[in-house]
């Protein structure tokens, strides 16, 4: 970690990054009036917002499936769910604290595929690899689903068409993407408005009469702390996304590392300031009311939103919780078929052979889309949607398991390099962490059916680790996650 000292020197020095990413914003024509636009564009704050409120999406939009989650996880017992919401927020504020340490070691992206590449040697890097590219299409088909979801709520006419929804949600995100990426602003914008009318549902809800709804229960089955440990770690797919900075660092090109560092910190703690403060008010807000376990046809937030809020506002609200979701949905369309086309046979800027993966994955169209992959994470993607019958609620139990074995690799790699560089108090942190998180990923586990999600992730990052032995063991596979977003 470098010093406020240091990191003044790196900003004078303007390193520049080991990859050569394009700007996140695109130029405009040179004239004075587009000329004072563009400043505007690249002033820091600007670009910290468009990049800070787009990298969230992902968990702001999990507020949508994860509460409700770990009320089905209690058996419909509300008095638990402010106590069980609260150790989740809790326990991602000390993920959070981790990657903290993190973003300041890989300021050029990376987060714990580098990590865990430079702790313990190239190979391990395939086991964040592996996890991530199961969460990129778990992301996808959640969020499909969960805009299922959220559509059928405001119109349960349509429950009979889940699937046939969800799968066209997924097809019509993937054919967006064919034609390039949406922009970080137009995310952000997106981001933003959710929280804008976010805060209007609740602060609506302050003089809203209380209704009670769905099924509510007052026994979740176990002794309530016991309870409590148990429903948590489902309803830790509101972390999803959180280690997204880590790695999106790589795409702010213009920045040199101390301005990349300096981004991806606020940007984590932006992030748990927001999803914690949504996630708390909403589930505060749904015990008052005393919205339980919804209808098949519903969904918990839906319930909530139509409690608290007027007809025109439960609408937005509605909308704007499934475009949210299909905008995580996107953010992983480009996320995972660049891994891949990163993972390919390519030449490095320097002139170096790289890649293990057939070229073919790293082929792309005219608006540098690599369709192959995109085709083949909406092949995926659709199957496990089918496969859940279109559940986002089911998906969910899955969900927790591969990010949370990135989280894992990343933590194990932070404890060793603070232990070897003499840092005791992050080395007790880096443990800390990774215990809890090995916790989380223990509980889901139990369940059974969640570890498809570990098998998954574990037999991609074998094969893949099967190519780079073929290959000749190619050095740089650490830094392919780095690589994969700074080509966006």
């Given at each position: 970690m470098l010093s406020s000292d240091q990191e003044v020197a790196a900003v004078k020095s303007n390193r520049p990054s080991a990859c050569t990413p394009r700007p996140v914003l695109s130029a405009v024509p040179t004239t004075t009036a587009a000329t004072g636009w563009r400043a505007l564009l690249h002033a820091r704050p600007v670009l910290l917002l468009a990049f800070a409120f787009a990298v969230m999406a992902d968990p702001v939009s999990s507020?949508?499936?994860?509460?409700?989650?770990?009320?089905?996880?209690?058996?419909?017992?509300?008095?638990?769910?402010?106590?069980?919401?609260?150790?989740?927020?809790?326990?991602?504020?000390?993920?959070?604290?981790?990657?903290?340490?993190?973003?300041?070691?890989?300021?050029?992206?990376?987060?714990?595929?580098?990590?865990?590449?430079?702790?313990?040697?190239e190979a391990w890097a395939f086991v964040p690899i592996g996890a991530l590219i199961v969460d990129f299409v778990l992301t996808i088909a959640i969020s499909s689903a969960a805009g299922s979801?959220?559509?059928?709520?405001?119109?349960?006419?349509?429950?009979?068409?889940?699937?046939?929804?969800?799968?066209?949600?997924?097809?019509?995100?993937?054919?967006?993407?064919?034609?390039?990426?949406?922009?970080?602003?137009?995310?952000?914008?997106?981001?933003?408005?959710?929280?804008?009318?976010?805060?209007?549902?609740?602060?609506?809800?302050?003089?809203?009469?209380?209704?009670p709804t769905g099924t509510i229960t007052h026994s979740a089955g176990h002794w309530a702390p016991l309870a409590v440990a148990v429903a948590f770690p489902v309803a830790m797919a509101l972390a999803t996304g959180v280690e997204a900075p880590s790695s999106a660092i790589a795409q702010l090109g213009q920045l040199d590392d101390a301005g990349r560092r300096r981004f991806g910190r606020i940007t984590l703690w932006l992030t748990l300031l927001i999803v914690g403060g949504l996630t708390l008010g909403l589930t505060a807000e749904a015990v008052h009311f005393r919205i339980g376990i919804p209808?098949?046809?519903?969904?918990?937030?839906?319930?909530?939103?139509?409690?608290?809020?007027?007809?025109?506002?439960?609408?937005?609200?509605?909308?704007?919780?499934?475009?949210?979701?299909?905008?995580?949905?996107?953010?992983?369309?480009?996320?995972?078929?660049?891994?891949?086309k990163a993972l390919s046979r390519h030449?490095?800027?320097?002139?170096?052979?790289?890649?293990?993966?057939?070229?073919?994955?790293g082929r792309t169209?005219?608006?540098?889309?690599?369709?192959?992959?995109?085709?083949?994470?909406?092949?995926?993607?659709?199957?496990?949607?089918?496969?859940?019958?279109?559940?986002?609620?089911?998906?969910?139990?899955?969900?927790a398991v591969s990010v949370f074995m990135a989280f894992l690799a990343g933590l194990i790699a932070m404890?060793?390099?603070?232990?070897?560089?003499?840092?005791?108090?992050?080395?007790?942190?880096?443990?800390?962490?990774?215990v809890a998180v090995g916790f989380v990923l223990v509980v889901n586990l139990s369940r059974g059916e969640p570890i498809a999600s570990l098998v998954a992730a574990v037999?991609?990052?074998?094969?893949?680790?099967?190519?780079?032995?073929?290959?000749?063991?190619?050095?740089?596979?650490r830094d392919v996650a780095a690589e994969a977003e700074a080509d966006h």
């Open positions: 507020v949508a499936y994860a509460i409700e989650a770990a009320l089905r996880a209690l058996h419909g017992d509300l008095d638990l769910l402010l106590p069980t919401m609260g150790l989740v927020v809790a326990l991602i504020a000390l993920v959070i604290v981790n990657y903290h340490q993190l973003v300041a070691r890989y300021p050029q992206g990376g987060g714990a595929a580098a990590a865990a590449g430079e702790a313990f040697g979801s959220a559509i059928i709520a405001y119109a349960p006419a349509a429950a009979p068409w889940r699937i046939p929804i969800a799968l066209g949600l997924t097809a019509f995100v993937a054919g967006l993407t064919w034609f390039g990426h949406l922009g970080r602003a137009v995310f952000a914008l997106m981001t933003l408005v959710f929280i804008g009318v976010s805060v209007a549902v609740l602060t609506g809800g302050l003089s809203a009469p209380v209704r209808a098949p046809d519903s969904t918990q937030i839906a319930d909530l939103a139509h409690v608290a809020a007027s007809g025109p506002l439960y609408a937005v609200f509605q909308l704007l919780t499934a475009l949210l979701l299909l905008s995580a949905a996107s953010s992983s369309f480009a996320a995972g078929p660049g891994l891949l030449h490095r800027p320097d002139g170096a052979d790289a890649g293990i993966l057939p070229a073919v994955w169209n005219k608006h540098h889309t690599p369709y192959w992959g995109a085709l083949l994470f909406l092949a995926v993607s659709a199957v496990v949607i089918t496969a859940a019958g279109g559940d986002d609620q089911r998906l969910v139990l899955f969900y404890t060793r390099f603070s232990l070897r560089e003499g840092k005791p108090v992050h080395a007790l942190v880096n443990l800390v962490g990774a037999v991609i990052a074998g094969v893949l680790y099967r190519l780079w032995v073929k290959a000749g063991r190619p050095r740089g596979i």
